[in-house]
């Protein structure tokens, strides 16, 4: 556009490609378990999830937007090294390692499983067929970034709101039943249970990586101007939010009132499979598995066009060839399982994910403190340390002198334990800052 300004309806589209690309099949499976747990108690525990489950997302968007950099843009605020160090292993974590992976196995678990005999093997040559396609299908859309928009947030999208939307409608015009009693932590302190269940998306990740897309997407449209590009991010992650926040208090509605018709079950999955099922028949199970395809491709896609980014940025080597390897290798990974997928991957994200909050927080008090780099680095250094003991922990690996040292932090045993060590490296960074700035006496 030669006017260097987006018309309402193109910054729709993008909003609706963000929403789609955070939108994958974990974001459709933890709801409808809270809201099982949550049961009586659902309103004030889906506001806690919705908090750390889409606010924080929001902001990471938002942050990106106004830094008019990428994620390693931002990281560089702390130090050169940390930008490098921090910015591999987030893109490795969400893309090859697992975040790509688990797109493909996922769908292949609750979108083919259920249709194959009980007795057919459960990974092997049906998997391994099945990535080759879904990676196919990723590789093909991830190739040209200039047309991302236009498939995801044209048809894609659509597609995938229509399929949610008819299990969820049948839902509310025939509900499954009443709420019931709350369960667990969701009896005495759901709000705060909700809370740390948002973190379980790992969105606020995801949010920092997809940021390049959105901003590419932006600028691919004619806007070059730094204040009309945070503006349209903005604008285009307030949308995804909503989308996410309709979702998400749907799926939260559908697993509360789940318990009469389908009884307790163990994992969102489950509650949803059942719930289609019981709502729709066997053409349940057809839209469900619909949804988590389309919730999962769309992640993927998202994942290797932003990894493939970054990989052409810092290495040798093109970007139509870093999407090919991506593809490849998650593929090859999938076929582990998603079990095995989860069990290496979890420890590495929790020790990460406070990170990303922190530097996440910390940009949008950056004017207030200069931007001084020992702002940056004392909070994230005392948030690391944390954070790796938590990392630790969520691998099993339990260190009792560890524990006790640093059992007296608040929140600690909830896996916050972090949040006080950042806001005291804070200020601590910014009194150091204000010292080297006082002149000596002559």
């Known amino acids: 556009m030669s006017s260097g300004k987006l018309t309402a309806k193109e910054i729709f589209v993008i909003g609706l490609m963000l929403f789609a690309l955070f939108l994958g099949a974990g974001n459709l499976i933890f709801p409808p378990a809270l809201g099982q747990a949550a049961g009586e108690h659902l309103l004030p525990a889906i506001i806690g999830f919705l908090i750390t489950g889409v606010g924080l997302p929001l902001l990471g968007v938002v942050a990106i937007g106004l830094s008019g950099s990428d994620l390693q843009g931002l990281a560089n605020r702390v130090h050169p090294n940390f930008s490098i160090i921090f910015t591999f292993v987030m893109y490795l974590a969400l893309g090859p390692l697992f975040g ?45 970034p200039s047309k991302l928009v236009d498939r995801i947030g044209k048809w894609l999208t659509p597609m995938l709101i229509a399929v949610l939307a008819l299990l969820f409608i049948k839902a509310i015009i025939d509900p499954l039943g009443s709420l019931q009693s709350s369960q667990g932590d969701y009896i005495n302190i759901p709000f705060f249970k909700g809370f740390l269940e948002g973190y379980l998306t790992m969105d606020t990740i995801a949010a920092l990586v997809f940021g390049i897309v959105v901003m590419n997407a932006i600028k691919e449209k004619g806007v070059t101007g730094h204040k009309e590009i945070a503006k349209v991010s903005i604008q285009a992650g307030m949308i995804a939010a909503i989308g996410l926040a309709l979702v998400y208090l749907s799926l939260g509605y559908l697993g509360s009132t789940s318990i009469e018709a389908i009884g307790p079950k163990e994992n969102g999955g489950a509650i949803l499979s059942a719930s289609a099922h019981y709502l729709f028949g066997n053409f349940g199970k057809v839209i469900l598995g619909l949804a988590i395809t389309f919730a999962c491709l769309t992640t993927s896609i998202g994942l290797v066009s932003s990894c493939a980014a970054f990989f052409e940025k810092v290495l040798p080597i093109t970007y139509k060839n870093a999407v090919f ?102 200020i601590i960074g910014y009194i150091r800052s204000l010292i080297r700035t006082i002149p000596s006496q002559p």
């Open 100 to 144: 790509i992976p688990r797109t493909g196995t996922v769908a292949y678990e609750i979108g083919v499983l259920p249709f194959m005999p009980e007795t057919s093997e459960k990974y092997g040559i049906a998997l391994f067929i099945y990535t080759i396609v879904f990676f196919g299908i990723t590789y093909f859309l991830s190739l040209n």
């Open 325 to 426: 390897i991506l593809s490849i290798f998650s593929g090859i990974i999938a076929n582990v399982g998603l079990t095995q997928l989860i069990k290496f991957s979890i420890p590495i994200l929790v020790a990460i994910y406070p990170l990303a909050i922190v530097l996440i927080g910390l940009s949008f008090l950056h004017n207030a403190f200069k931007g001084n780099c020992q702002v940056y680095g004392y909070s994230l250094f005392f948030t690391g340390i944390v954070s790796i003991v938590d990392g630790l922990k969520a691998a099993n690996i339990q260190i009792s002198v560890i524990n006790e040292i640093f059992g007296f932090l608040p929140l600690f045993d909830l896996g916050v334990g972090w949040l006080l060590p950042a806001i005291v490296g804070a």
